[in-house]
């Protein structure tokens, strides 16, 4: 979840600590980003952070230099979770701002999500691919870190189902030629096209909302 400022994102992470159902795991400075690590009831892995201005990232030709760099999070909370702050809470505005899939492997995954869907490359790790649209950071990653060599995922908890906007129709009539050339199977209903992923992930794409 991308909070809008440092602000809301210390007084959401501050109400998070103190839900009993969470577990804070952790926090990481990733350069152009800092985010704080949760566990929420059914285990699945939040993270809560807020951007850098864009204009403070650094790249390496058309890749985003990223990091992961441990800073205190009891001074992040104490300079920015300030009383005024913590009585604004549910004034501040949210969105998702990209997710994690656990794959099988790796070029696996960059033939689908960069070669098929249409998606830059924007950094790659040890076990881990990351790809977005429009010169942001990520929209979405991918990983193999507790999943490698996995088949399909089980019909079980946790994310499997991702939503994507395009701009507009073109952009939906050319993934869809796409998912065509590669024999991926596609429920298309006109609106939005629906289609797995190589482990079973359901994937939806729709074109924006048109302005009113």
């Given at each position: 979840m991308l909070f809008e400022d440092e602000t809301a994102l210390a007084v959401a992470v501050l109400r998070a600590a103190q839900h009993p159902a969470s577990r804070f795991v952790g926090?990481?400075?990733h350069w152009v980003s800092q985010a704080f690590y949760f566990q929420?009831?059914?285990?699945?892995g939040i993270e809560l952070y807020w951007d850098r201005p864009r204009a403070a990232w650094r790249h390496d030709g058309a890749r985003v230099q990223m990091g992961s760099d441990w800073f205190d999070p009891n001074d992040f909370?104490?300079?920015?979770a300030t009383p005024e702050a913590v009585e604004r809470a549910g004034r501040?505005?949210?969105?998702?701002?990209h997710v994690h899939l656990?794959?099988?492997?790796?070029?696996?995954?960059?033939?689908?999500?960069?070669?098929?869907l249409g998606f830059e490359l924007t950094a790659t790790?040890?076990?881990?691919?990351?790809?977005?649209a429009g010169g942001y950071h990520h929209h979405m990653a991918m990983n193999t870190w507790n999943s490698a060599g996995a088949g399909p995922r089980a019909a079980s908890l946790g994310l499997g189902q991702v939503a994507v906007t395009v701009p507009g129709a073109d952009d939906l009539g050319a993934l869809r030629d796409?998912?065509?050339a590669a024999a991926?199977?596609?429920?298309?209903?006109?609106?939005?096209l629906r289609f797995d992923d190589p482990w079973g992930s359901l994937i939806e794409v729709a074109p924006a909302a048109p302005a009113p």
């Open positions: 926090n990481a400075d929420d009831p059914e285990d699945n909370l104490d300079r920015h501040f505005d949210a969105q998702v701002g656990q794959v099988g492997d790796i070029p696996t995954a960059r033939a689908f999500y960069v070669d098929v790790y040890p076990g881990a691919l990351f790809v977005a796409r998912l065509r991926v199977p596609v429920r298309d209903d006109g609106r939005t």
